[in-house]
């Protein structure tokens, strides 16, 4: 059974209020008792891809930041990496790759909500990458290296239970864009993938990465929209 609900604890511990995650699965008569509930628990801010078009209730205002766009292809060809494709094995970011984390938070569902600053969602970001460099939340960080700096990276995360990878972080500097970096990082993910024994990349971006979405395609991932990204805020009590 799934769960309807979960607190989010590093989420809030984060932030400094409380968060949750309602299930996309919850039927709509079922969402209005929920939210209702998630006020009582004092929650603030609730993530929600909802499958419907969710009303605004007395408790909450809800903000409609993007469509979410699921990823997914069959692994078949393992290649040799490019020469200036390689496993980054340092305890610490560089600075390129810092940069390049901030172009990659400001196409995220935190950027285009106001609730949330941009310095609180760079530093989201940061925290992200800095764990995947040490082994948390992504098996392995490739990049692309030319004279020695960092002009793309991509994190990716293995689910043993089914055999499926997932690419949580990828981007590449903007002036280098258009030289086929992001293939050639996608050519080495799918390559790692297969030699760890996984037979299907799944991951989800969102619909306004209109550059990502034209790489997954033209790399044959199959990506079909799916339901929408909802931040949910909890109305001030005077106004309830």
Same mark, same amino acid.
């Given at each position: 059974?799934?769960?309807?609900?979960?607190?989010?604890?590093?989420?809030?511990?984060?932030?400094?209020?409380?968060?949750?995650?309602?299930?996309?699965?919850?039927?709509?008569?079922?969402? %209005?008792?929920?939210?209702?509930?998630?006020?009582?628990?004092?929650?603030?801010?609730?993530?929600? +891809?909802?499958?419907?078009?969710?009303?605004?209730?007395?408790?909450?205002?809800?903000?409609?930041?993007?469509?979410? /766009?699921?990823?997914?292809?069959?692994?078949?060809? !393992?290649?040799?990496?490019?020469?200036?494709?390689?496993?980054?094995?340092?305890?610490?970011?560089?600075?390129?790759?810092?940069?390049?984390?901030?172009?990659?938070?400001?196409?995220?569902?935190?950027?285009?909500?106001?609730?949330?600053?941009?310095? !609180?969602?760079?530093?989201?970001?940061?925290?992200?990458?800095?764990?995947?460099?040490?082994?948390?939340?992504?098996?392995? /960080?490739?990049?692309?290296?030319?004279?020695?700096?960092? %002009?793309?990276?991509?994190? /990716? !995360?293995? +689910?043993?239970? +089914?055999?499926?990878?997932?690419?949580?972080?990828?981007? /590449?500097?903007?002036?280098?864009?258009? %030289?086929?970096?992001?293939?050639?990082?996608?050519?080495?993910?799918?390559?790692?993938?297969?030699?760890?024994?996984?037979?299907?990349?799944?991951?989800?971006?969102?619909?306004?990465?209109? %550059?990502?979405?034209?790489?997954?395609?033209?790399?044959?991932?199959?990506?079909?929209?799916?339901?929408?990204?909802?931040?949910?805020?909890?109305?001030?009590?005077?106004?309830?």
């Amino acid at each position: 059974m799934v769960k309807d609900f979960e607190i989010l604890d590093w989420d809030s511990e984060f932030f400094g209020f409380k968060v949750a995650r309602i299930s996309s699965n919850i039927s709509q008569k079922y969402y %209005k008792e929920l939210i209702s509930e998630l006020y009582h628990f004092n929650v603030e801010l609730i993530y929600f +891809n909802s499958p419907f078009d969710p009303s605004e209730s007395e408790f909450y205002s809800i903000l409609k930041i993007d469509e979410v /766009v699921e990823l997914s292809k069959e692994l078949k060809l !393992k290649k040799n990496f490019h020469p200036k494709v390689k496993f980054f094995n340092q305890s610490r970011a560089t600075i390129e790759m810092r940069n390049l984390v901030k172009r990659i938070a400001r196409r995220s569902r935190f950027y285009f909500d106001d609730n949330i600053t941009t310095a !609180k969602v760079y530093e989201l970001y940061d925290i992200w990458l800095d764990k995947s460099v040490n082994g948390i939340g992504a098996d392995t /960080v490739l990049v692309y290296e030319e004279n020695n700096k960092i %002009k793309g990276f991509a994190t /990716v !995360k293995i +689910n043993e239970n +089914n055999g499926t990878g997932v690419i949580p972080l990828m981007g /590449v500097e903007s002036k280098s864009e258009g %030289k086929g970096i992001s293939f050639m990082l996608m050519e080495a993910i799918e390559s790692y993938l297969l030699e760890k024994k996984c037979s299907i990349l799944k991951s989800s971006t969102q619909a306004k990465n209109l %550059k990502a979405l034209k790489v997954y395609e033209r790399f044959g991932i199959k990506c079909e929209r799916g339901s929408v990204i909802n931040h949910l805020w909890r109305k001030p009590a005077n106004l309830i």
